[in-house]
């Protein structure tokens, strides 16, 4: 699945010149948590709630002054460029400026890992340099709510069938070892047995097997490798 799949290209944008209240209006009644910020048919920054916290109406901008004077002697920060973002009235004073583009060919595996390492909430679609898409960590949480189950055809569900498909889910992960572990099903109970090397292997094998449909419980009899050496 890639970001065509999943972005919302009724992209809600404004200009550099759009007022703080006309924004929140915006994500008031648009229901969304950010906008970007175009200018010239680019992309030059976004507002979102985040970037909104800090604000002199509501009495929350003394926490970004406070943190200016931290900043002030990493030399990243300055006092006047607070107040910009906490008193400013449009949106080219208090954008976020760092916005992160992707092409509508980027797979969703990278853009989690983009909003994971960059703790950002929506990166912009592009194409050239035109804005075509929004993707948001909300549509990756909808893409897993509308996820359709692999489901076996008819019949198949049986113990054999069950332990067939598990071994060939099992294959290749790297936790697994096939050469120190076996695996056994019994009217739908998957039963490990064998040697295991960490626990998040013994969750890893749990988890992969509750997966598989026609699974009704899973029991790990296992031993630890470090246990096993210790009692030779």
Known sequence: ????????????????????????????????????????????????????????EIGTQDAVAARTWWSRLAGTDRPSAAYVKTHGEHARDFMNPQVV??????????????????SIRRVAVLRGEQLIGVVTRADLVKALANRK?????????????????????????????PQSSAV??????????????????????????????????VSDVRVCVADGESMI
């Open 101 to 118: 583009p992707v092409s509508e060919d980027t797979p969703i595996a990278a853009i989690a890992s983009i909003f994971d390492a960059r």
């Open 149 to 177: 189950e692999i489901r076996p055809p008819a019949g198949s569900t049986n113990d054999e069938a069950i332990r067939i498909r598990l071994l060939w889910e099992l294959r290749g992960q790297p936790w697994w070892q």
């Open 184 to 217: 056994f099903v019994s009217h739908g109970v998957v039963k490990y047995v064998g040697l295991y090397e960490h626990g998040d292997d013994r969750e890893a094998a749990r988890v992969l097997a509750e997966s598989i449909p026609g699974v009704q419980g």
């Open 1 to 56: 699945m890639k970001a065509r799949d999943l972005m919302t290209t009724q992209v809600v944008s404004v200009g550099l010149d759009a007022h703080m209240a006309t924004i929140v209006k915006i994500l008031i009644e648009r229901r969304i948590s950010g906008v970007f910020v175009v200018d010239a048919g680019r992309v030059v920054g976004s507002v979102g709630e985040a970037d909104l916290l800090h604000r002199y």
